[in-house]
């Protein structure tokens, strides 16, 4: 009789645990992914077209930072992709997210006349144009030249958007520029006598050190979402990363879907993707990186990362 009971009890703790586990499985309604006309949007754009985001996750092509920024501020997005330093501003103006990942290593070159630049030193007396005045590339653009011995008053930049600079360059109007990828490789392939003359992430490398890496952009997360769906988040984490991975090595597997839905013709992709490094990192395991960079642009320009270096509780933990 006793063994009875004993059978008994262990039949009903296990439904028990049973249940528990049941109503442990997270079942998410909605999910909202933004994501920016460019690269670390490729791997996204994989997964929803080979059927690996899910029925419940809607993603969202923003135009501007001020559309993603207000999508964040309102909770419109649940995951965001943005550059690191604008993830830095929004943090310290107090609004719940943290660094889901760093996805994007290297993305900005600059670019001059064949056989006009080949050293730091040789862009003394020369006009350089460069994205919207306090953007990162300007910032970076400022630092390399700092930690190179150029003075600000040694060049004179000039601002102007990327598409204005591309078209510059292919009218012949410019004879040193620096351009983020694809943008690039539509210069490169369509103005006369150009070469490319310094990759800003090999040239971050020299500056601070061989295994310092630059992380230009990531994704952003709700909070909220992150305390609610840790599991559901981890998932996504995981194949955003494996489909960074193959859209890397492979790039043709999403080329078209990227022409269709980003207007960015395949080959140029393609050809881009060369001069690309993706790779995605969970925001805690990025800190290092994040950090560096964020304190040279502390250095240059304080209000182009909020103010402040961000705190802890910046970097999302699994």
Known sequence: ???????????????????????????????????????????????K???????????ILYQNMEEANVNIAKK??????IPVNVASILHNKDMDI?????????????????????????????EIYV???????????????????????????????????????IAGQGEVAI???PMLTKALKKAEQMEVVFDFAEEWK???????????TGMVIQNEFAKQYPKWAVEFQKSYAEAVEKVMAEPSIVSEVVEREMGIPQAIFEEAMTRIH???????????????YLEALMETSPKMIGGSIPDEGFYYKE
């Open 179 to 181: 351009l983020p990828e």
């Open 278 to 292: 993706l790779e995605s990192i969970v925001g805690s395991d990025a800190k290092e990186d994040v950090n560096s």
């Open 1 to 47: 009789m006793k063994r009875y009971k004993n059978s008994i009890v262990f039949i009903i703790l296990s439904m028990l645990l049973m249940g528990c586990a049941a109503t442990s499985k997270e079942k998410v309604e909605k999910v909202t992914i933004q994501v920016p006309m460019g690269p670390p949007t490729a791997p996204i754009l994989y997964m």
């Open 131 to 169: 994205g919207a005045q306090g953007a990162s590339p300007d910032v970076l653009t400022r630092y390399l030249l700092q930690n190179n011995g150029i003075e600000e008053d040694d060049v004179t930049l000039q601002y102007s958007s990327s598409p204005e600079i591309v078209q510059k360059i």
């Open 98 to 126: 943290s660094l889901f990942n760093v996805n994007t290593w290297g993305i900005l070159y600059m670019v001059a006349k064949d056989n006009l630049v080949n050293s730091w030193e040789d862009l003394k007396g020369k």
């Open 206 to 216: 020299k500056i601070n050190g061989d295994n310092s890496a630059l992380p230009q």
């Open 76 to 81: 419109v997005a649940d995951f965001s992709i």
């Open 49 to 59: 077209e080979n059927n690996l985001l899910g029925d419940e996750v809607e993603v």
